[in-house]
């Protein structure tokens, strides 16, 4: 028993060196790098109430946080009824940036859209909403 406790530990030993390198040495969690890259003034809106037959456009600005430069790379509405535009030049470190949301009210009643963000940064889309009411004129 005492033998395969000693083997046990040795073994542990010769592979510690290989293992040494996988961690990031500077202590900060991988995942917070990612979510500090942008930060977003607002990633939800309330738009309130606004006139049917008339589109409405909705801004959601961010500012650079990271070191690196960051690029939108796509911006997807999640529906027909919502048109959008966004930063095409590279955002410099420290810089603003913006994606717009114009939704076209063409029905009356509540609403609550998306627009999907993929930045250079992360291939994981950002999810962005506005919610509101159309009012029938």
Do not use: H
């Amino acid at each position: 028993m005492k033998k395969l406790k000693i083997t046990a530990l040795l073994a542990v030993l010769a592979c510690a060196p290989f293992y040494a390198g996988i961690f990031p040495a500077e202590g900060v969690p991988v995942v917070k790098v990612l979510a500090d890259a942008i930060k977003w003034k607002s990633e939800s809106i309330d738009v309130g109430n606004i006139p049917q037959g008339k589109p409405k456009i909705i801004r959601f600005e961010f500012t650079n946080t990271s070191k690196k430069p960051i690029v939108i790379e796509n911006v997807a509405p999640s529906c027909g009824c919502t048109t959008a535009d966004y930063t095409k030049t590279p955002i410099l470190p420290g810089k603003k940036g913006f994606v717009e949301a114009s939704y076209n009210a063409a029905s009356a009643g509540p609403f609550m859209k998306t627009v999907n963000v993929t930045t250079s940064d992360s291939k994981t889309p950002k999810t962005l909403s506005f919610k509101g009411t159309v009012v029938a004129s």
